[in-house]
């Protein structure tokens, strides 16, 4: 990990952090958000932390692991961080499904910060 790019080290921990959270206790999720953040989680969108975390709590299921497949980052001009990431998401008894979900994480009083969540399902529906 020594030879990533310091902003690439900052989104890899962040996503580590975003999953074990997601996973094990979403209520815990709005101490990565701040209160301007934005989610649009599939195709729904709420802004502040307190409606995103009552999404992400209400989501209907028990258990849920993911798998990460991939993930790209990049530094932006305004000193900000975006990260694409690719997975697989296993959900109580549901098939394993992808998903890819989309981060911008900026530096708010020297803490990194999510102010940008995009979530999709990698469902293909061409009706």
Known sequence: MGDKPIWEQIVSS????Y??????????????YIDASCLT??????????AMVEKLSSLP???IQHSITAQDHQPTPDSC???????QPKADEDPIMGFHQMFLLKNINDAWVCTNDMFR???????
């Not at 962040?14 to 952090?17: A, G």
């Not at 975006?82 to 997975?87: A, F």
């Not at 399902?121 to 061409?126: E, S």
């Open 19 to 32: 999953c074990q959270l997601f996973d094990n206790n979403r209520t815990q999720l709005g101490a990565i």
């Open 41 to 50: 989680w599939e195709g729904q969108q709420f802004q502040g932390k307190a």
């Open 61 to 63: 299921f028990q258990k």
């Open 81 to 87: 961080i975006i990260s694409m990431v690719v997975g």
């Open 121 to 127: 399902l990698a469902l293909h529906n061409f009706g």
């Open 14 to 17: 962040f996503i580590q952090h």
